[in-house]
T-cell receptor, first 112, second 114 residues
Framework: NAGVTQTPKFQVLKTGQSMTLQCAQD?????MYWYRQDPGMGLRLIYY???????DKGEVPNGYNVSRLNKREFSLRLESAAPSQTSVYFC???????????FGPGTRLLVL | AQSVSQHNHHVILSEAASLELGCNYS??????LFWYVQYPGQHLQLLLK??????LVKGIKGFEAEFIKSKFSFNLRKPSVQWSDTAEYFC????????????FGKGTTLSVSS
């Protein structure tokens, strides 16, 4: 039981490049989330998917898109990376919107 | 807008000292409450949670938290900290309302010296 997995672990991009962060969970959870963590800011929700087939914006969605590919997988795409998107990105999942969220190991992204 | 406040940005303690980290939230309705811990270089792990019932909840590694509804608070405590408790601690609140998300505080860094 791997829990929540994320790829890649670390990525360096140049401004304007695009990339997709992958997240998968094997706990049969319905809800999945993408957060970014910045020093002194805590975790801020980018997008979430309450159930397969639905996605909603969180607190800081600008510059990102998401795809809930199936129940297991939830990807985050940066179409044109900017230095302000340098951050650590965490994926999480939960049974339902009210339940405990379980976090992946994170992706550290540096945009030059 | 709902918010979560963690009053201490950085706490420095010696081993065996007692710990209390404050957390207050702004939401008048029913909430689910969480404390997560992030050890250096690792991902967030659940320390404890409160959904209903006894307002004093016990978590892993000797941590406990008390929900005081009248004060909108969910403070984290540990009677005697260890060096291995050095980490960042996040309080999070989930309003029991459709369409709302889990809201995190900005975190408290705990440094424990041996």
């Amino acid at each position: 039981n791997a829990g929540v997995t994320q790829t890649p672990k670390f990525q360096v991009l140049k401004t304007g490049q695009s990339m997709t962060l992958q997240c998968a969970q094997d706990m049969n959870h319905n809800s999945m989330y993408w957060y970014r963590q910045d020093p002194g800011m805590g975790l801020r929700l980018i997008y979430y998917s309450a159930s397969e087939g639905t996605t909603d914006k969180g607190e800081v969605p600008n510059g990102y898109n998401v795809s809930r590919l199936n129940k297991r997988e939830f990807s985050l795409r940066l179409e044109s990376a900017a230095p302000s998107q340098t951050s650590v990105y965490f994926c999480a999942s939960s049974w339902g919107a009210q339940e405990t969220q379980y976090f992946g190991p994170g992706t550290r992204l540096l945009v030059l | 807008a709902q918010s979560v406040s963690q009053h201490n940005h950085h706490v420095i303690l010696s081993e065996a000292a007692s710990l209390e980290l404050g957390c207050n939230y702004s939401y008048g309705g029913t909430v689910n409450l969480f404390w997560y811990v992030q050890y250096p270089g690792q991902h967030l792990q659940l320390l404890l949670k409160y959904f209903s019932g006894d307002p004093l909840v016990k978590g892993i590694k000797g941590f406990e938290a008390e929900f005081i509804k009248s004060k909108f608070s969910f403070n984290l405590r540990k009677p005697s900290v260890q060096w291995s408790d050095t980490a960042e601690y996040f309080c999070a609140v989930k309003p029991n309302q459709a369409g709302t998300a889990l809201i995190f505080g900005k975190g408290t860094t705990l440094s424990v010296s041996s």
